[in-house]
């Protein structure tokens, strides 16, 4: 079977420009993204430089007090707990409410306390509630801390951003 050379370099244009008309969403923002996309969804966030914290002993706390970077409001901080011995973790916001931990589980699971034994952990803890349009509450973090470990903690603060370049 021999193709004609008009004929298949039609079918090349032809099937470039439906290519064309396919990929075309995949280069910009949408006029109008549907309800189902994630573009421009709010918030997003950049993350600032990790600090790290050691801990020992029983009925500790440690504060982590970065608010802003670069005139973005704190929102957020990703904590990699390492824990040697038997320790319970709470977190605490400016005005002394209980902040959950987000654990990083299939189900993204919230807890209010730690409960820790021997054992590495990486978890979140939202200082605003995450929702479309809710506005930050940046303020320092307190995380305390009863019982006989340690604790090793590298916090890496997440700023918020929103309809910016990052």
Do not use: K
């Amino acid at each position: 079977m021999a193709f004609d050379d008009a004929g298949s370099e039609r079918r090349m244009r032809v099937l470039a420009v439906v290519a064309i008309f396919l990929l075309a969403g995949c280069a910009g923002a949408p006029d109008e993204p549907d309800e189902e996309s994630l573009w421009g969804t709010c918030p997003q966030w950049v993350y600032g430089a990790p600090q790290a914290f050691n801990a020992t002993g029983a009925d500790l706390c440690i504060d982590l007090n970065v608010t802003e970077q670069d005139g973005r409001p704190l929102d957020l901080y990703t904590l990699e707990l390492h824990v040697t011995g038997d320790l319970r973790v709470r977190a605490y916001d400016a005005d002394g409410g209980r902040l959950p931990f987000r654990v990083y589980t299939p189900d993204h699971d919230a807890r209010p306390t730690l409960d820790l034994h021997d054992e590495v952990l990486e978890v979140e803890v939202y200082l605003t509630p995450v929702a479309h349009g809710s506005a930050p509450a940046p303020g320092p973090l307190r995380l305390a801390l009863e019982g006989d470990g340690g604790l090793n903690v590298t916090a890496l603060p997440g700023f918020r951003v929103c309809g910016e370049p990052v």
